[in-house]
């Protein structure tokens, strides 16, 4: 495993930072008057859901049974790569029950009175949050282990986030009438991704050996299939008019496996 402040742990923190900081793209919605396009914002949730479905299950569990296998064989390791990945649904679903993500919609306008707001945007902010951590995480690993595999994970991971940083920036400026505290709190949403890299490089660093990055990735490639079923197609399907939630799916899978390959 890579010395901390390496080149490669740099690259991979940068990496992440760059997905996280994609909240303030949806951020800076509030700057702009016009309503959200419905058709683009579909085509883009699905695209990454597609990608995160397929690079988690082509390439980061695949990583998974390999590392386990070295150490428990074959059979043993890809049964406790199963258990990981699983491991990694629980994990996030327990998330998810504990902190609701929630998704407004971005471009909806409210006759709430601002106390209700106010709650509403604090909430949202603290559940986006919460689960851009383990985010941070995923694309952290990825791309320390395998630019290959990282880059195309992370540019998923950031269309994912541009319009959690519409569903933080839209109702805190409702609730203080500020487009710059607004695009603050998107940022800060962000910057929980390098933070989860980094406080999961921490931890796992001094333990790190093949069965450690085996249960890792198999965690990590859990989690994002579940983030891609559980929140961007069904965000996808919301906001989609016909059938974008299908192609940009398949385009996402499309794209990411060009990309694997052209980059072995």
Known sequence: ???LFSPDVLVALGVSASA????????????????????????????????????SLVEIFAKSTISLSEVFGDRAGYTWATVAFFAGIGLLALLDWLLPNPHPDVAAKTNRDKVAIARMSLLTALAITAHNLPEGLVTFFATLDDPAVGAPLAIAIALHNIPEG???????FYATGSRLIAVLA??????????GAI??????????SPATLGVVFGILSGTMVFLALEELLPAAKRY???????????????????SLVLLR
């Open 166 to 172: 519409v569903s933080i920036a839209v109702p805190v």
């Open 199 to 208: 406080l999961g490089y921490l931890a796992l660093a001094p333990l790190m």
């Open 20 to 55: 996280g900081l994609a909240t303030v793209l949806g951020g800076l919605f509030v700057l702009r008057t016009e309503k959200t396009n419905s058709h683009h914002l579909a085509i883009a949730l699905a695209f990454a859901g597609g990608a995160m479905v397929y690079v």
């Open 1 to 3: 495993m890579s010395e």
């Open 186 to 195: 998107a940022l800060l949403s962000g910057l929980a991704e390098p933070l």
């Open 240 to 258: 989609a008019q016909g059938r974008e939630t299908a192609y940009g799916m398949v385009a996402g899978m499309a794209v990411v496996a060009l």
